[in-house]
């Protein structure tokens, strides 16, 4: 198998960005985004929406992928696809086109999980970024999910702790709508946050039990507070809106850095993994650099594209399935909550 080149056209469409990316191995040699801004108006994604425009864009996404990597479709080896977790609409599109087209060129098919794919994008060959060893623990932080994950291979991963509620992304995105800034609000905290003083003002930390997280009190307990500020002062969130998004994101980074610390303890491995959106995260990012001086962790941080949603990082899970034969059928149905 190995003395011919595999290549993987990979599917995501789990949530609102369309993406197409082809693989030569384990390298990407194209990754294509369509992304939707008709959310942007709503404050926030609308499924149906989602789901028109991915009928929309997927067609010329992959036309786009596939002559970016200068191949043709009949060179494919296996079309990888989001299955879940996601917007059921969404994972609906991608998940019939990859079968239609698997069937067409008769080729393998091969079902993702998207929360896996964020893990494993960390082994996409990318001069510059260092792949860890097994096992290691993976911080996966998105708008849908908080986990804490032991990876002992390829496939076998155990989750160690997640969020009881609210994840880490709609912490920032909510925050974001209470100070009125527009969709997306995290990446605008973060950049706020640079200007600011992260020990302005003081918020409690959840009290949550072993390596699970909970955000939706935080998230409360910020409203209030802007709530209270604004009846007494209404510039308050104006005249401070540096040293409010700094204090925030100061707390959610304590939160998380918490979780691992006691993670490390209990496993004793000090590699540590950060994948999905959040870990775009420029605070998030420097804190866990700091770790490998101040704790002796060894810290891997994806190539800013491969943090967001994006095809090549299911297309690196799907090389290593079709390495092992791991294939799916026309049976196959997506989920909008899946397990590893």
Not at 134 to 141: E, K, N, Q, R, S
Request: glycine fraction near 8%; hydrophobic fraction near 40%; include cysteine.
């Amino acid at each position: 198998m190995k003395n011919k080149d595999i290549y993987i056209l990979a599917i995501e469409s789990s949530c609102d960005d369309t993406g197409a990316a082809v693989l030569k191995d384990n390298n990407v040699i194209s990754n294509v985004v369509a992304r939707q801004d008709i959310h942007e108006q709503y404050g926030g994604v609308i499924p149906e929406l989602a789901s028109r425009a991915h009928q929309q864009n997927i067609v010329p996404t992959i036309d786009v992928a596939l002559k970016k990597a200068n191949i043709t479709k009949e060179q494919l080896s296996a079309i990888a696809f989001t299955q879940g977790p996601g917007l059921m609409g969404s994972l609906l599109v991608g998940g019939s086109f990859a079968k239609s087209l698997s069937m067409a060129l008769d080729i393998p098919l091969i079902a993702v999980n998207h929360m896996h794919a964020h893990i494993l994008a960390h082994f996409i060959n990318e001069e510059g970024f260092d792949k860890p060893s097994f096992p290691f623990l993976a911080l996966t932080i998105s708008g849908g999910h908080t986990q804490i994950v032991k990876v002992n291979s390829f496939f076998d991963l155990e989750i160690l702790g997640e969020t009881t509620d609210d994840a880490v992304g709609e912490a920032f995105d909510k925050t974001a709508k209470i100070l009125g800034f527009p969709y997306p609000g995290g990446p605008l905290i973060d950049k706020f946050a640079k200007e600011g003083n992260p020990k302005a003002y003081a918020f409690t930390k959840p009290k949550v039990p072993g390596l699970n997280f909970s955000f939706s009190g935080l998230k409360t307990q910020i409203m209030y507070f802007i709530q209270k500020n604004m009846a007494e002062n209404p510039n308050f969130i104006e005249e401070n809106k540096a040293d409010i998004c700094a204090s925030v994101q100061f707390t959610i980074i304590n939160i998380l850095m918490d979780k691992l610390k006691m993670a490390v303890n209990e496993t004793g491995i000090k590699q540590i993994a950060i994948g999905g959106g959040v870990s775009a995260n420029s605070g998030i990012r420097q804190t866990l650099k700091e770790a490998e001086s101040k704790y002796g962790w060894k810290t891997y941080i994806p190539k800013f594209e491969y943090t967001t949603d994006n095809a090549a990082m299911i297309g690196i899970v799907g090389y290593h399935k079709f390495l092992e034969n791991h294939f799916s059928d026309s049976s196959t149905v997506s989920k909008a909550r899946i397990e590893f």
